[in-house]
């Protein structure tokens, strides 16, 4: 009764979105065969398929997503896993995977050290590696790979531009050296030189990555057909570094401008990124199918959320408007339970309770449904896709998570039909384990009753 009665007090908009849940979800099973058979019969013969998180740090989001990952490769012809990470501490992943020289997983994983250590060094990104490397030696032709699309990594970038020209060209290396020498005075503080950069108090190193960038490609294109496929990822390996540093460079300096949005220098980056990653994999026997792991933010198009009023675009849109019936984007939702977050930026893991979602979020229609675990497509012609029209707010946790500032902090509007092809809702999930353990993640968050107990 009670129940009833709380349904009857709801929106109009909420009642109708729940009605539609109900009628077409699909519940997700354990089965790992056929959990997620609707979702993958909708991917079809799509080449994209993005999958999004709520938050930097649930388990269920990351173990779900590698599940339906290892049957987009297995399946679906699937070769490549890009990730919001960055490049040159993924492309070492990638080695891995592909049969290189480090040891096991972990090793290969052991490039993630700068913060969020967890996103990557956790043990569900851990297994799907080791998953990676066993499918990989047991297919000679098929193989699948993994690479990073951010661009925080600009001092690693730049290092490995230097090993690789050092290694095939020391006189190119010496002038790239020299070009990159215009960030010595900032050491390894990026965002000190963009600050100087972007008021004047310092020359901007912009020509000179430009003049780089430029030196790399055409080296890559004149010996890019003359090399071994070995030599072929080299050589991309190089070229996108110098890449990023270029487009680091630009994300530093306008990060300080009012009338630039970083954000969009980020998301262009990434989207320039997995369009050269489709490129260098056009070169393979098979066809380039690539599966992107990042946030709903990156991943759901912007222009049906508040950032696209705001003027930002991400991944999501970009890639729709590229790759149009090609891409599928699937975000993931959850009402309650425990995540891995810090509560300020560069501090140590903590595993902190997820509040229940608020009345009016999207997050709250899918609990009321009482489906608990479950997927409904929404990038087809259907109740669900008309009902989840409307505005509801939606919830987004990245890798800071402050509950006690929620509202403002972590909510925003969307048309998550829109926003998304298909949204994979689970109701309870916990916090994603970390390779490294901290004393604040190992003994949680008190009660929230704490001290009293009530």
Known sequence: MNAVKSRERKDPAAERAIESVLAEAVQITDNRETAFDELIDHVGDARFVLLGEASHGTHEFYAERARITQRLIEEK??????????????FRVNRYVRGGDDPDAD??????????QWMWRNREVLAFV???REYNDRNDEMKAGFYGLDLYSLHASIDAVLGYLEKTDPEAAARARSRYSCFDHFGEDTQAYGYAAAFGLAESCEDEVVKQLIDVNRRASELYTKSSTVARDEMFFAVQNARLVRNAETYYRTMYRSDVSSWNVRDRHMME???ELEAHLSDQPSLPKIVVWAHNSHLGDARFTDMGRRGELNVGQLVRQKYRDEAVLI???THSGTVTAATDWGGDAERKRVRPSLPGSVENVFHDSGLGRFVVITGRESRARESLKTHFLERAIGVIYRPE????SHYFNARISQQ????IHLDETRALEPLEIT???ETGEPPETFPSGL
């Open 77 to 90: 012809g699937f070769n490549a896993v890009a990730v919001e990470a960055d490049f040159p501490d993924a």
């Open 405 to 408: 500032t929620e509202r403002q």
């Open 107 to 116: 090793m290969a994983l052991s490039g993630f050290s700068r913060f969020p």
């Open 420 to 423: 998304f092809d298909a949204v």
């Open 273 to 275: 990124s997995l369009s």
């Open 130 to 132: 080791d998953w990676l």
């Open 331 to 333: 975000g993931f939702t």
């Open 439 to 441: 004393p604040l993640w």
